[in-house]
């Protein structure tokens, strides 16, 4: 295969933002001399405000703040996904065997920030709030009813839920009845003045820098030893790592190339990478309702041709995002007893002369290095990502180059970080990098990529996956076949039948795992979680994020 030098999206010359108020390194410390402020940075650009904690576009979602000020019912550890769910808004949860019911019990001693309890109503209302606005049911649960009986409340569904129990009972922020009964518009709602039942409120917002401070008091559990946390939005990657080297952030989710010389590198007693890999992938998604990408012939082609592992070594540094080999997508280790038999072993392999003859075999043809489609009209495709992530503009450059190969002539857009989520989610592209969701069983992987009740028309969102808009009646089948299972067996042929038709016609190509890991400095806080304590996610977007603000102390202390 031709190989080019592609353009290095290098850190040297990186500069950190200016004028972001304090900093680790100023005034983050009581008068006996214990850290008080934690510093979280995300390379996301600057933030419109916005606190709707039910839409991932918001800025609370960008940057992870609203899991500080809202809460769910359960934390679940997505690090060990077979572990039993942590009590939180809820004290217990009990499943009826068939995954139709569950009932939740409220716990006693929740306030909201303005001093009113929490209570089942408030949960009911919630879910009611879920159930009747599609836009703000990410994960299209199939909710049937919500009642109430004192302090518990049970929540029925039209289908079974063993495959969404942690969408249901850990991913939901529970919202104040007297607030949100009072919004017109819970899916587009700025939401303002935020009020929630989580351990910190906010202090002041900025399109760099929020500010949140812990509570005075009426929080249901110990208060943090964080008493304030800081969110800074950084222009890019490179941003953000040089505010990490030079300990101005002090927590992140984000891509380091030479992680070891420009990070850890930089202190090694206390500058931290945990990337634990988690049962979700990372890869291509291509739009299959734009011609000729509606044909799997061709599909199947690029994915022929792009060089996973050049990927994984150039643009993930070798640790982001660890290769996926297999030809289904499934991430080893986590993957590996889901495979159907016939695709154990089959791992992916660039294949550049086999990827024409499919094309010719199916009608494509070549004028001189062009790859022209049946219609007569030269390939060619888009693709996208935000400016800022440096691993996927460098992963696009990659796919370019592979794809050009086969005489597809590609384009790359850095686009707006809003943008761009907008324009996937209304299946507004040709081709980009995106992750999928991830959950215990390989189900979440498929469900975001080829799930056809999540099928949208173009210029609708479907936040909740199937941005190619593939329509596939036999995937969609399975995977409710699955989600409906009542042994391992009717699982095990349900994922069969999925992994054909993820191998078969291509509606993504899977490039590497996904990771929910963090990268951290120890010098202020201690606690983090790690390799000897992964008791959760280390990423601050996550619901974990409120968990991992609770163990953590000053150093030293």
Same mark, same amino acid.
């Given at each position: 295969?031709?190989?080019?030098?592609?353009?290095?999206?290098?850190?040297?010359? /990186?500069?950190?933002?200016?004028?972001?108020?304090?900093?680790?390194?100023?005034?983050?410390?009581?008068?006996?001399?214990?850290?008080?402020?934690?510093?979280?940075?995300?390379?996301?650009?600057?933030?419109?405000?916005?606190?709707?904690?039910? %839409?991932?576009?918001?800025?609370?979602?960008?940057?992870?703040?609203?899991? #500080?000020?809202?809460?769910?019912?359960?934390?679940?550890?997505?690090?060990?996904?077979?572990?039993?769910?942590?009590?939180?808004?809820?004290?217990? /949860?009990?499943?009826?065997?068939?995954?139709?019911?569950?009932?939740?019990?409220?716990?006693?001693?929740?306030?909201?920030?303005?001093?009113?309890?929490?209570?089942?109503?408030?949960?009911?209302?919630?879910?009611?709030? @879920?159930?009747?606005?599609?836009?703000?049911?990410?994960?299209? $649960?199939?909710?049937?009813?919500?009642?109430?009986?004192?302090?518990?409340?049970?929540?029925?569904?039209?289908?079974?839920?063993?495959?969404?129990?942690?969408?249901?009972?850990?991913?939901?922020?529970?919202?104040?009845?007297? $607030?949100?009964?009072?919004?017109? !518009?819970?899916?587009?709602?700025?939401?303002?003045?935020?009020?929630?039942?989580?351990?910190?409120?906010?202090?002041?917002?900025?399109? #760099?820098?929020? +500010?949140?401070?812990?509570?005075?008091?009426?929080? *249901?559990?110990?208060?943090?030893?964080?008493?304030?946390?800081?969110?800074?939005?950084?222009?890019?990657?490179?941003? #953000?790592?040089?505010?990490?080297?030079?300990?101005?952030?002090?927590?992140?989710?984000?891509?380091?190339?030479?992680?070891?010389?420009?990070?850890?590198?930089?202190?090694?007693?206390?500058?931290?990478?945990?990337?634990?890999?988690?049962?979700?992938?990372?890869?291509?998604?291509?739009? +299959?309702?734009?011609?000729?990408?509606?044909?799997?012939?061709?599909?199947?082609?690029?994915? =022929?041709?792009?060089?996973?592992?050049?990927?994984?070594?150039? &643009?993930?540094?070798?640790?982001?995002?660890? %290769? @996926?080999?297999? @030809?289904?997508?499934?991430?080893?280790?986590?993957?590996?007893?889901?495979?159907?038999?016939?695709?154990?072993?089959?791992?992916?392999?660039?294949?550049?002369?086999?990827?024409?003859?499919?094309?010719?075999?199916?009608?494509?043809?070549?004028?001189?290095?062009?790859?022209?489609?049946?219609?007569?009209?030269?390939?060619?495709?888009?693709?996208?990502?935000? &400016?800022? *992530?440096?691993?996927? #503009?460098?992963?696009?450059?990659?796919?370019?180059?592979?794809?050009?190969?086969?005489?597809?002539? /590609?384009?790359?857009?850095?686009?707006?970080?809003?943008?761009?989520?907008?324009?996937?989610?209304?299946?507004?592209?040709? /081709? +980009?990098?995106?992750?999928?969701?991830?959950?215990?069983?390989?189900?979440?992987?498929?469900?975001?990529? =080829?799930?056809?009740?999540?099928?949208?028309?173009?210029?609708?969102?479907?936040?909740?996956?199937?941005?190619?808009?593939?329509?596939?009646?036999?995937?969609?089948?399975?995977?409710?076949?699955?989600?409906?299972?009542?042994?391992?067996?009717?699982?095990?042929?349900?994922?069969?039948? %999925?992994?054909?038709?993820?191998? !078969?016609?291509?509606? =993504?190509?899977?490039?590497?795992?996904?990771?929910?890991?963090?990268?951290?400095?120890?010098?202020?806080?201690?606690?983090?979680?790690?390799?000897?304590?992964?008791?959760?996610?280390?990423?601050?977007?996550?619901?974990?994020?409120?968990?991992?603000?609770?163990?953590?102390?000053?150093?030293?202390?």
């Amino acid at each position: 295969m031709r190989r080019r030098h592609l353009l290095a999206i290098a850190l040297a010359g /990186a500069v950190a933002l200016t004028g972001c108020g304090e900093t680790a390194n100023t005034r983050n410390r009581d008068n006996k001399g214990g850290a008080t402020v934690l510093n979280v940075g995300m390379p996301n650009g600057p933030q419109t405000e916005n606190h709707n904690p039910f %839409l991932t576009t918001s800025a609370a979602a960008s940057l992870g703040y609203r899991w #500080q000020i809202y809460e769910p019912l359960m934390m679940w550890n997505p690090v060990k996904p077979a572990e039993p769910f942590k009590p939180w808004l809820a004290t217990k /949860a009990e499943w009826t065997p068939d995954y139709r019911s569950v009932t939740v019990t409220v716990r006693d001693n929740a306030s909201w920030s303005d001093g009113k309890p929490v209570t089942a109503a408030d949960v009911a209302f919630t879910y009611n709030l @879920v159930k009747k606005n599609e836009a703000i049911n990410t994960a299209a $649960i199939p909710y049937a009813s919500v009642s109430t009986s004192g302090n518990q409340v049970t929540l029925t569904f039209d289908s079974p839920q063993f495959v969404n129990q942690q969408k249901i009972l850990a991913q939901v922020p529970i919202v104040p009845e007297h $607030i949100w009964s009072g919004i017109k !518009e819970p899916s587009t709602d700025a939401n303002k003045n935020p009020v929630g039942s989580g351990a910190y409120t906010l202090k002041s917002f900025t399109p #760099q820098t929020t +500010t949140l401070s812990v509570r005075t008091g009426g929080y *249901w559990q110990e208060l943090p030893k964080v008493k304030e946390l800081r969110y800074t939005s950084y222009t890019d990657n490179n941003a #953000q790592t040089t505010a990490l080297a030079n300990g101005e952030s002090e927590w992140s989710f984000v891509f380091i190339p030479n992680v070891q010389a420009v990070f850890v590198g930089k202190d090694p007693a206390n500058h931290k990478v945990w990337a634990p890999p988690v049962l979700g992938i990372h890869g291509l998604y291509l739009n +299959t309702v734009k011609k000729p990408f509606d044909n799997p012939a061709l599909r199947r082609a690029m994915n =022929m041709v792009i060089n996973r592992e050049d990927i994984f070594q150039q &643009a993930e540094a070798g640790y982001f995002h660890p %290769l @996926v080999k297999s @030809v289904t997508g499934l991430p080893s280790p986590a993957g590996d007893a889901y495979l159907a038999p016939e695709y154990r072993g089959q791992d992916h392999k660039v294949d550049v002369e086999g990827a024409k003859k499919v094309l010719t075999d199916a009608g494509f043809t070549f004028k001189g290095s062009t790859l022209v489609d049946p219609s007569g009209k030269p390939v060619t495709l888009t693709l996208t990502d935000p &400016a800022g *992530w440096s691993d996927y #503009q460098t992963s696009l450059e990659i796919v370019k180059d592979n794809l050009s190969d086969i005489g597809i002539a /590609a384009t790359v857009d850095k686009a707006n970080q809003d943008a761009w989520f907008r324009n996937v989610e209304e299946g507004k592209f040709d /081709a +980009t990098f995106r992750w999928t969701n991830g959950g215990a069983t390989p189900y979440d992987i498929y469900q975001t990529v =080829m799930d056809g009740r999540l099928l949208k028309p173009v210029g609708t969102a479907s936040p909740a996956g199937n941005f190619g808009r593939f329509d596939n009646p036999e995937a969609t089948a399975a995977l409710t076949a699955y989600a409906n299972a009542t042994d391992d067996a009717a699982r095990s042929a349900a994922l069969a039948t %999925l992994q054909k038709v993820f191998v !078969e016609q291509v509606p =993504m190509v899977p490039v590497g795992a996904d990771n929910i890991g963090a990268a951290y400095s120890t010098k202020n806080w201690t606690g983090w979680p790690d390799d000897t304590n992964p008791y959760g996610a280390g990423q601050p977007t996550q619901p974990n994020a409120a968990d991992v603000v609770q163990h953590l102390r000053p150093a030293g202390s």
